[in-house]
């Protein structure tokens, strides 16, 4: 558990310190780290590889279709520089990615999990991979339990961790076709209606701020609020509404609705097992000065 007991004894309470602070300026930033956890864990291996930017022959896969809307990267490289001045080059950016999320879920209000410690940084990114390993908003239930199986998350842990959708807010972009040209009969009329007024055109700007809460009770806590609203045919994504539409995942929402205990279990074991998805060995990886770039031999 305590991999950096001896060569950095305080790695983890600097982490939570720094997820603490910046929590309190931009309260997002707990949502971005979880978030940041599963784009990073999906693609290959739990290795830091979304952090790295475009350069010296690496292509980001912050550049994908599949991590819009993605931000708060800067911060990452905050919670880095507080690191390296206790202990230069011994904590690892993928550990980074992991330890913050585990403190940014505790700040939304979710279950303290424990995770291992002791991942490597990859010295590539995998931006090819990213559309092929991370699922998308519009995909069918199907597709998405298959991903998740793929690195060993069951349809149970598949439910939970669409739970984390109970957090954050979605870009228009990716709602207005089950707004235009007509509603999707699977929503809710009223909460149609409400969207609508979020999403005014049937072709929103990307780059404009436009969004809708993903739960507008308790937009910024982990809860099974996300649950209750699809039984009401309150999804937002098309992938969260199909949850109580497929016959595989929709015991577990009934359930999940019935019990945020059962739920915040459930997704502390789903998380568990994302954050421990295949990770790189001493001699596989480094341990990078900074999260944005490989380091130069």
Same mark, same amino acid.
């Given at each position: ?106 700040? &939304?209000?979710?279950?303290?999990? %424990?995770?291992?410690? !002791? $991942?490597?940084? @990859? ?6 991979? =990213? /559309? ?54 699977? &929503?809710?009329?009223?909460?149609? %209606?409400?969207?609508? !007024? $979020?999403?005014? @055109? ?6 404009? =701020? /436009? ?87």
């Amino acid at each position: 558990m305590n991999y950096y007991a001896e060569s950095c004894p305080n790695a983890e309470e600097i982490i939570k310190q720094q997820v603490l602070k910046l929590y309190n300026k931009h309260g997002n930033t707990a949502v971005s780290w979880v978030r940041n956890l599963f784009h990073d864990c999906m693609v290959k291996s739990c290795d830091a590889s979304l952090l790295l930017e475009t350069a010296k022959g690496i292509e980001s896969e912050q550049e994908s279709q599949r991590s819009f809307g993605m931000r708060n990267f800067k911060y990452v490289q905050t919670i880095k520089e507080a690191l390296e001045e206790e202990c230069p080059m011994t904590v690892s950016c993928a550990d980074i990615v992991s330890l913050s999320a585990r403190d940014g879920l505790v700040l &939304l209000g979710g279950p303290r999990i %424990e995770m291992t410690t !002791g $991942r490597k940084d @990859s010295k590539e990114s995998y931006l090819t991979e =990213v /559309e092929n390993t991370i699922p998308n908003h519009n995909d069918t239930m199907e597709l998405v339990l298959s991903r998740f199986q793929s690195i060993g998350i069951d349809t149970q842990g598949t439910v939970a961790l669409l739970g984390a959708h109970s957090v954050g807010r979605v870009h228009c972009v990716n709602l207005v076709h089950r707004l235009y040209p007509t509603v999707d009969p699977t &929503l809710d009329p009223d909460y149609a %209606e409400y969207l609508k !007024g $979020r999403c005014p @055109s049937p072709d929103p700007d990307p780059k404009a =701020v /436009e969004y809708a809460r993903n739960d507008l009770e308790t937009p910024m806590v982990l809860d099974n609020m996300y649950y209750k609203n699809l039984l009401k045919n309150k999804g937002l994504l098309l992938i969260d509404q199909q949850l109580t539409s497929d016959p595989n995942t929709s015991p577990f929402v009934e359930k999940m609705a019935a019990d945020n205990g059962y739920f915040q279990d459930q997704f502390a074991k789903a998380v568990l097992l994302l954050s421990e998805n295949n990770p790189l060995t001493e001699d596989q990886g480094e341990i990078r000065k900074d999260c944005r770039y490989v380091n130069s031999d």
